[in-house]
């Protein structure tokens, strides 16, 4: 009986990137775990532990078998019909089937099946030790990791993230012998590369994390990212001030030590007249260290820094760390004063010479363009058309200036700084616009709160998608230089949440309209000869809006399915085309309701059956409904509610109330239930048939004023 040990391997590496340690680490336990369950060793993997951090990747896979189980094999040969002769002898392909599995015709069996009967070949073979197969797992795991950037070391032909220096891989307290990277495997692990640095034997896989402990390594990467939170937040509880923890820094510092220790630093108070985000942008991009806020969420003049290493003077590493941050504090000030001197919209000349896209000419070409986009949107929601059109003509301004050049990641901000205390100051609502119009800035991030500032949004995303799709760079598979996919949803959030019901056909148009000639022209379609072109300009404009329509409705799809509303309703919304995406929403939420009516499977059923009615019919049947010829019963009875339904949605569908209008055609399931029942639609008699088509055809566009709900699935 095979018996079951802790699997542990470790893979011991210069220090490792820490934005793809975590993913490194995932990937390799996955690996692992999948090369256990590929061969068939017991193994308890829904157990399985990472360890992770700067010198090592590791697993530990509890309750792992010694062995594999016995393992079968069936090999399928030539088929019954194929395989004996008309005497009943075995062909050649028989006899060849049985020398290719080196047994006799006689040794093979036969397989029935319901589609025919086969000769097959069955064997049983004991299973291999797990040792056995473990460097065969371990190389398989490791090839399969997402390596940024792999890199050579030595005079070796491999490569890895990183160069390795040591190997463990223990089944229990047994060494498994292996070789990979050059490297052979061995009980010989290492701790903290200061204050332990000497190799160490780990006796068993199951005391490898307590013996890490003991060399001052916390290899779980949740325990020791819990830790550079709780002494960050100690030392700033310390201070009398409450910790705001930057989720994605603390990730990174974890990533970056085995044994944080947390370090209290200063600096300068004059820097705080800088703005307080160029000076958190560079304390946590560039020195990785955690902001101080007081109780007003107010930046003060400590930081947090995280060592790696128990110092015995950790004065000395807080003058480090103040000595690093002050000359970029002081670059920071620098930028920050000088590009005050002049006001904002002295940079507008410089955007001139900045290359947008070469057919779409440059940053000041587009800025241009958003400006007269802007002007148009906000005479269309009744936002002041003049501070408009001056925040979108200085939207890109800020590029220009020297710390938005150090500090990239500013964009926007440093804009609304420079237009609210530049050398000419701008209108509030200006200012405040350069900065939000970029929101959402990332996935979960809300839109822009200020109406000046989504008119400012939609504007600079409608150019951008009508530019970069008319040049024909759309994305294609992963490649999105110019990040569309993150414009289109950003622009349909905002119409959607800000309640903007602008037509976005529309508005499309007359982005192709600002549009240079040698935009469009140099994304239209050309025949075989290269130069002549498939479609005039108009044509394409046309086909372009429709391309864009579909690439940010499919964006939609995804942002439904996070609020949980599945891809039936979607569709069913999307059938109708309605002209804005705000009215979308609305469509949808009343689509959302409408499904958890106890009517709303069979009137989806009647209506997807209604369509294929229609479908099927001559359209010359289809009129107007004579009264006279509707018999009495079902016929008249429905005929009777679709009239009264009829007028009733009417001033609804004025109001979009939506909901309203499905619940009143919810109403119709008796007396449709009824009509399918007792009517029959394509009689002989070509009045009776065309005026039953005729009410039914009525009955479809009734609930199309909504939406398509014959594409419901998931509904009550």
Same mark, same amino acid.
């Given at each position: 009986?095979?018996?079951?040990?802790?699997?542990?391997?470790?893979?011991?590496?210069?220090?490792?990137?820490?934005?793809?340690?975590?993913?490194?680490?995932?990937?390799?336990?996955?690996?692992?775990?999948?090369?256990?369950?590929?061969?068939?060793?017991?193994?308890?993997?829904?157990?399985?532990?990472?360890?992770?951090?700067?010198?090592?990747?590791?697993?530990?896979?509890?309750?792992?078998?010694?062995?594999? +189980?016995?393992?079968?094999?069936?090999?399928?040969?030539? =088929?019954?019909?194929?395989?004996?002769?008309?005497?009943?002898?075995?062909?050649?392909?028989?006899?060849?089937?049985?020398?290719?599995?080196?047994?006799?015709?006689?040794?093979?069996?036969?397989?029935?099946?319901?589609?025919?009967?086969?000769?097959?070949?069955?064997?049983?073979?004991?299973?291999?030790?797990?040792?056995?197969?473990?460097?065969?797992?371990?190389?398989?795991?490791?090839?399969?990791?997402?390596?940024?950037?792999?890199?050579?070391?030595?005079?070796?032909?491999?490569?890895?993230?990183?160069?390795?220096?040591?190997?463990?891989?223990?089944?229990?307290?047994?060494?498994?012998?292996?070789?990979?990277?050059?490297?052979?495997?061995?009980?010989?692990?290492?701790?903290?590369?200061?204050?332990?640095?000497?190799?160490?034997?780990?006796?068993?896989?199951?005391?490898?994390?307590?013996?890490?402990?003991?060399?001052?390594?916390?290899?779980?990467?949740?325990?020791?990212?819990?830790?550079?939170?709780?002494?960050?937040?100690?030392?700033?509880?310390?201070?009398?001030?409450?910790?705001?923890?930057?989720?994605?820094?603390?990730?990174?510092?974890?990533?970056?030590?085995?044994?944080?220790?947390?370090?209290?630093?200063?600096?300068?108070?004059?820097?705080?007249?800088?703005?307080?985000?160029?000076?958190?942008?560079?304390?946590?991009?560039?020195?990785?260290?955690f902001p101080v806020f007081d109780a007003n969420n107010k930046l003060t003049e400590h930081f947090i820094g995280v060592a790696n290493i128990e110092?015995?003077? +950790?004065?000395?590493?807080?003058?480090?760390?103040?000595?690093?941050?002050?000359?970029?504090?002081?670059?920071?000030?620098?930028?920050?004063?000088?590009?005050?001197?002049?006001?904002?919209?002295?940079?507008?000349?410089?955007?001139?010479?900045?290359?947008?896209?070469?057919?779409?000419?440059?940053?000041?070409?587009?800025?241009?363009?958003?400006?007269?986009?802007?002007?148009?949107?906000?005479?269309?929601?009744?936002?002041?058309?003049?501070?408009? @059109?001056?925040?979108?003509?200085?939207?890109?301004?800020?590029?220009?200036?020297?710390?938005?050049?150090?500090?990239?990641?500013?964009?926007?901000?440093?804009?609304?700084?420079? =237009?609210?205390?530049?050398?000419?100051?701008?209108? =509030?609502?200006?200012?405040?616009?350069?900065?939000?119009?970029?929101? +959402?800035?990332?996935?979960?991030?809300?839109?822009?709160?200020?109406?000046?500032?989504?008119?400012?949004?939609?504007?600079?995303?409608?150019?951008?998608?009508?530019?970069?799709?008319?040049?024909?760079?759309?994305?294609?598979?992963?490649?999105?230089?110019?990040?569309?996919?993150?414009?289109?949803?950003?622009?349909?959030?905002?119409?959607?949440?800000?309640?903007?019901?602008?037509?976005?056909?529309?508005?499309?148009?007359?982005?192709?309209?600002?549009?240079?000639?040698?935009?469009?022209?140099?994304?239209?379609?050309?025949?075989?000869?290269?130069?002549?072109?498939?479609?005039?300009?108009?044509?394409?404009?046309?086909?372009?809006?429709?391309?864009?329509?579909?690439?940010?409705?499919?964006?939609?799809?995804?942002?439904?399915?996070?609020?949980?509303?599945?891809?039936?309703?979607?569709?069913?919304?999307?059938?109708?085309?309605?002209? @804005?995406?705000?009215?979308?929403?609305?469509?949808?939420?009343?689509?959302?309701?409408?499904?958890?009516?106890?009517?709303?499977?069979?009137?989806?059923?009647?209506?997807?059956?209604?369509?294929?009615?229609?479908?099927?019919?001559?359209?010359?049947?289809?009129?107007?409904?004579?009264?006279?010829?509707?018999?009495?019963?079902?016929?008249?009875?429905?005929?009777?509610?679709?009239?009264?339904?009829?007028?009733?949605?009417?001033?609804?569908?004025?109001?979009?109330?939506?909901?309203?209008?499905?619940?009143?055609?919810?109403?119709?399931?008796?007396?449709?239930?009824?009509?399918?029942?007792?009517?029959?639609?394509?009689?002989?008699?070509?009045?009776?048939?065309?005026?039953?088509?005729?009410?039914?055809?009525?009955?479809?566009?009734?609930f199309l004023e909504v939406a398509d709900i014959s594409l419901l699935h998931n509904v009550a």
């Open positions: 009986m095979s018996e079951l040990k802790s699997l542990l391997i470790e893979i011991g590496t210069e220090e490792l990137p820490p934005k793809a340690l975590d993913d490194l680490a995932a990937a390799f336990v996955a690996g692992i775990v999948d090369g256990l369950t590929k061969r068939g060793i017991s193994a308890d993997t829904s157990n399985a532990k990472l360890f992770a951090t700067p010198r090592r990747l590791a697993v530990l896979v509890p309750h792992v078998a010694t062995e594999q +189980p016995e393992q079968t094999s069936e090999r399928r040969g030539p =088929a019954m019909n194929a395989a004996l002769d008309a005497s009943g002898q075995p062909s050649k392909a028989l006899i060849g089937f049985a020398q290719s599995c080196s047994v006799t015709v006689e040794q093979l069996q036969k397989l029935e099946t319901d589609k025919g009967a086969w000769f097959v070949h069955r064997a049983v073979k004991p299973g291999q030790p797990t040792a056995a197969l473990m460097q065969e797992i371990v190389i398989e795991a490791l090839k399969a990791l997402p390596i940024p950037k792999a890199m050579r070391w030595g005079d070796h032909d491999f490569s890895f993230v990183r160069p390795v220096h040591w190997l463990v891989i223990l089944h229990g307290e047994q060494v498994i012998d292996a070789e990979i990277f050059g490297i052979k495997s061995d009980r010989f692990s290492r701790g903290h590369r200061f204050m332990a640095p000497e190799k160490f034997d780990v006796v068993s896989a199951d005391l490898y994390q307590t013996k890490l402990l003991e060399k001052k390594v916390i290899a779980n990467p949740i325990d020791r990212r819990n830790k550079v939170a709780s002494v960050v937040e100690q030392t700033i509880n310390a201070l009398g001030l409450a910790f705001v923890e930057p989720v994605a820094l603390t990730a990174e510092v974890s990533n970056l030590v085995e044994w944080p220790v947390a370090i209290h630093g200063t600096f300068d108070q004059a820097f705080l007249d800088v703005p307080s985000e160029a000076l958190i942008a560079t304390m946590q991009n560039n020195q990785k260290f110092s015995k003077d +950790p004065a000395e590493i807080r003058k480090g760390y103040e000595r690093v941050i002050r000359p970029r504090f002081a670059d920071a000030k620098f930028f920050y004063d000088e590009d005050r001197k002049q006001p904002l919209e002295a940079q507008l000349e410089a955007l001139k010479s900045v290359t947008y896209q070469q057919s779409l000419g440059s940053v000041w070409d587009k800025s241009m363009r958003v400006a007269e986009l802007a002007r148009v949107i906000a005479n269309r929601v009744g936002v002041d058309a003049a501070l408009a @059109t001056r925040a979108a003509a200085l939207s890109k301004c800020d590029l220009m200036t020297r710390m938005v050049g150090e500090f990239p990641e500013l964009q926007g901000v440093m804009g609304r700084y420079y =237009a609210s205390q530049g050398a000419k100051p701008e209108h =509030a609502d200006v200012a405040q616009a350069l900065d939000e119009f970029y929101a +959402p800035r990332f996935a979960g991030d809300n839109i822009a709160q200020g109406k000046l500032a989504q008119v400012i949004a939609v504007a600079e995303r409608v150019d951008t998608l009508a530019g970069i799709f008319a040049v024909g760079q759309k994305p294609s598979g992963n490649k999105d230089p110019f990040a569309l996919r993150r414009a289109a949803l950003g622009l349909a959030r905002t119409l959607i949440e800000a309640k903007l019901d602008l037509d976005l056909r529309g508005l499309l148009s007359e982005a192709f309209a600002l549009l240079p000639e040698a935009a469009l022209q140099a994304g239209l379609p050309r025949g075989k000869d290269g130069k002549t072109a498939i479609l005039d300009a108009g044509a394409r404009r046309t086909e372009l809006a429709a391309e864009i329509l579909d690439f940010i409705l499919d964006r939609l799809r995804g942002y439904y399915a996070d609020q949980g509303i599945s891809g039936d309703v979607f569709e069913a919304v999307r059938a109708v085309e309605p002209a @804005t995406l705000s009215d979308f929403d609305q469509r949808m939420h009343a689509v959302v309701e409408f499904a958890k009516l106890p009517e709303a499977q069979a009137l989806a059923a009647a209506n997807k059956r209604i369509g294929n009615i229609l479908r099927q019919a001559d359209a010359s049947e289809i009129g107007v409904i004579d009264s006279a010829q509707l018999e009495a019963g079902a016929e008249a009875d429905l005929h009777t509610a679709v009239t009264a339904a009829s007028s009733a949605i009417k001033p609804l569908l004025a109001t979009r109330s939506y909901v309203d209008v499905l619940k009143h055609l919810a109403d119709l399931r008796a007396p449709v239930d009824a009509f399918f029942e007792g009517v029959m639609v394509m009689v002989h008699d070509a009045a009776k048939r065309r005026n039953r088509l005729s009410l039914l055809a009525q009955l479809r566009r009734m």
